[in-house]
């Protein structure tokens, strides 16, 4: 049975965890006046999430062979026809396009892909100032609106990090998508994860979290994200780590970030982990670039249904996953002109999305479930263990000139849409506050005059 992410997509992000959520803290400490965390800006969080990319190698074509190795029956594909290279040209035009469109999210770097090359040394096919090139295109063009990845090592055998060679064993037991993780302590799946860090932290880019492959981890939820939460901040110092692990494509599905693992929010060293969940399936071009989709299953013609309508109108973010085989397509960009239309047609719908990082929103999210907040008649207090930019709050009154302690004072805006950082906006219904969160104590002025 195939049991990657490709088809698997009703994993269990949240069982048997414990999420910190402010309720559960004693935060919000309400009388007269009640206070609520918005989206930031008051806008629904968008980003897009890229698999299966890498420098120069096309993971399809050699991923396949290692997949029918052990899945025979499941991987009849002739990879042979596949283009064994998605050429830098191709990593330009999209990386320039979304640049131009203000598209944010996170692309994938495998360090060791389909065990070809290295990104941090060469890969054989390929002479070393292609692979130079390559990496300084994607420093250039996709590092400015992306966060990087690593896609575990290979993303297919399972490499001994001791050796850096793969284990010889063809089956379930020793690649990355299946089974070898499911039994792993959190130690043992950081020095996994670290190992594919360091690679890339080698060959020049910065990572804030990582990706799995496939089922990876899928049944160790809790020490996969214990060992992201350990071998991001210990081969990165990012403070706030995070993963992609799940999708889920169903309406009754919640896909808003999980914070987990909270500790030391007291202290300088505040410490979490976020799990970024998506909330499509790949309907582009498939993850072997074989499966035409279809920009209807995202947001239809008539702009009224489709997955990505059902997620912004709940308010949660909406992040959608692809793999970049079926971007390319084989050349023939199939899956890039879908995107191309989704985007339109989001654009032509909404005026009130805002593209992000997977690392920003798990930023936003692990200040909103962990900063303390308290109101009375005349004051709000805050209390943060993570800064959080265009921080966002709603108070059920009306209220002419909130000011911010020892801060500059908020402009006043017309307009909901017009909301940036130092600003607020207040009608009737109450006052919304916009500005960029500290870590530690905040505190505002509701005095009216």
Known sequence: MDYNRRSFIK????????????????????????????????????????????????????????????????????????????????????????????????????????????????????????????????????TPNWDIHPEMISHTRVIDIKTGKPFPQASPDFMENWEWSQNKSADELAAYQAYALQILKDAGLNCEGITTPGRFGSKNIDNLALGTLQAVRDVFGAEIPHYFRDLYTEKDKSVAPIVRFPADLDTNDPKCVVSIIGCTGDWFGGWDGLTPGNANKFISEDLQTGRMVDVIESGEPAIIVCHWPGIYYNGDKIGFNIFKE????????????????????????????????????????????????????????????????????????????????????????????????????????????
């Open 342 to 449: 989704v985007v339109n047609r989001l654009n032509q719908k909404y005026d009130n999305l805002t593209w992000m990082k997977l690392s920003g929103i798990s930023r936003y999210w692990a200040a909103k479930e962990l900063t303390s907040i308290s109101i009375n008649e005349t004051t709000i207090k805050l209390k943060a263990p993570f800064a959080a930019p265009d921080f966002t709050l709603k108070i059920d009154s009306t209220v002419k000139n909130p000011t911010m302690k020892n801060g500059a004072p908020l402009k006043r805006v017309q307009k909901q849409r017009e909301l940036k950082s130092g600003t607020f906006f207040s009608d009737k219904s109450g006052t919304i506050l916009c500005f960029d969160l500290k870590k530690g104590g905040t505190e505002f002025s509701l005095i009216n005059s």
């Open 11 to 142: 994993t269990t992000a949240k069982g048997g965890v414990a999420v910190a959520v402010a309720p559960q803290l004693g935060f919000s400490t309400v009388t007269s006046k009640k206070v609520e965390v918005l989206n930031p800006r008051n806008r629904v969080p968008i980003s897009m999430i890229i698999d299966d990319s890498t420098c120069l190698v096309n993971l399809a074509h050699y991923g396949i062979p290692q997949f029918a190795e052990v899945f025979p029956e499941n991987y009849k594909q002739d990879w042979r026809k596949l283009p064994r290279e998605i050429p830098d040209s191709f990593v330009r035009e999209f990386g320039e396009w979304c640049i131009d469109n203000g598209i944010k999210g996170k692309y994938s770097m495998v360090p060791y892909p389909a065990c070809t090359g290295w990104l941090n040394r060469f890969i054989p096919g390929w002479t070393e100032r292609e692979l130079k090139e390559s990496l300084n295109l994607v420093r250039e063009v996709i």
